[in-house]
């Protein structure tokens, strides 16, 4: 068996075989200040410290980690259709104090960059790739640049970038980017709408396409809006959002180890408690049978987003060989889903990590982004309130 493939069949069985017995872990209050003068509660087990590690952003979204080890993050200014985006360089770490000294802008006025990650080539040359609302485009990236050296962007896809306003639940305006094991480059396109059969092929779906741009191909389809995405062993991972027309309480947010040429069923087919079950309205003549279940799930409503997976010897054994995810949160603050950083392990019940985002309709953040740091430290963004935040075990 390849190593690769043996790899990717350990981790799964890794995720799916921990002990039932695991108990919520008892959370205790931590007292968060902001330089804008809020004070607020999150909720965290007794061992783990929350600090906000730069602040001052604005809609902060997701993380990739440079060749030179520098952090990148995504910024997409706020929630309009918009062309003020930023791609932030978080410099000068001080792991002590839990904190970047500044965040330097590395790229402004970009059309809604949800997504940025690096790629060294057969060359050994390597890529920056940014994923816009229309369009995903590459450049040689040179160590310890603070601005792009090169300035000749090659466009390696272009994407639907129009479909209903954001406020009524569609055009999903986010793109984003993932490399697999394989040396192929995922990207995650969503729907131009809450639930409507597509006339664009591209919509729906994660693309699958060689480094430099060639032999573009639906991987997957079938997904309203797979805004996570990220490789782990030898698959390569996706939340989901669900539909909003079936209630409060259902269609599931989902998550996937993606296979290849899989139907994940929107809009016709949709998961409640994991279980498929077909639209009520927009049907199709061979029904829900070929539709791939998911992995795991998450409440409805509860807009899962950015996950990262920790499976070294030494992570603490609350969240040993699990995702951390987080739970952006439905905009229907009155049902309080997400709102949250989960633990989650295939074939068991949730475990909270990190709450109180959501506190009597306030809310203090949502939660975007996971990226680990250590085995038992990571960084979250809050794209609500422009906050990076470093959670770590106390020494």
Known sequence: MHPDIRKGLLLLLALGSFSLSIAQPRLVPRQIKTKDGR??????????EITPAI???????????????????TDMYNLADNKRGTIYILDDWNERAGKFARAIPYMTGLHNPNSVQFYRDGHGIDWIYIAETGKLTRRIFRMGEERPSDQRPQTLATFPDYGLSYKYGGWHLTRTIAFGPNGKMYVSVGSSCNSCVEKEE?????????????????????????????AFGNFVFATNQGSDHLGLQKPDETFYALKDGADYGWPYCHS???????????????????????????????????????????APGIFKNAFLVSLHGSTNKTIAHGYRIVIMRKGQPLQDLITGFLSKSVVNGRPCDILKLGPDSFLFTDDNKGIVYYVRRKS
């Open 55 to 73: 602040e001052g952003l604005k809609r902060v979204r997701f993380f990739a980690k440079a060749p030179d080890g520098r952090i990148f993050v």
């Open 272 to 314: 409640s408690n994991g279980k498929i079950f077909a639209d009520p309205t927009i049907k199709r003549r061979e029904g829900c049978s070929n539709v791939t279940p998911p992995y795991a799930f998450f409440p409805a409503r509860s807009s899962a987003l950015g996950f990262d997976y920790f499976d070294d010897p030494s």
């Open 202 to 230: 591209v919509r729906a779906s994660v693309l699958e396409m060689n480094p430099d741009g060639t032999d573009q191909r639906i991987f997957a389809r079938g997904l309203r809006n797979a805004v996570g995405l990220r």
């Open 39 to 48: 004070s607020f509660t999150l909720s965290a087990p007794a061992e783990f």
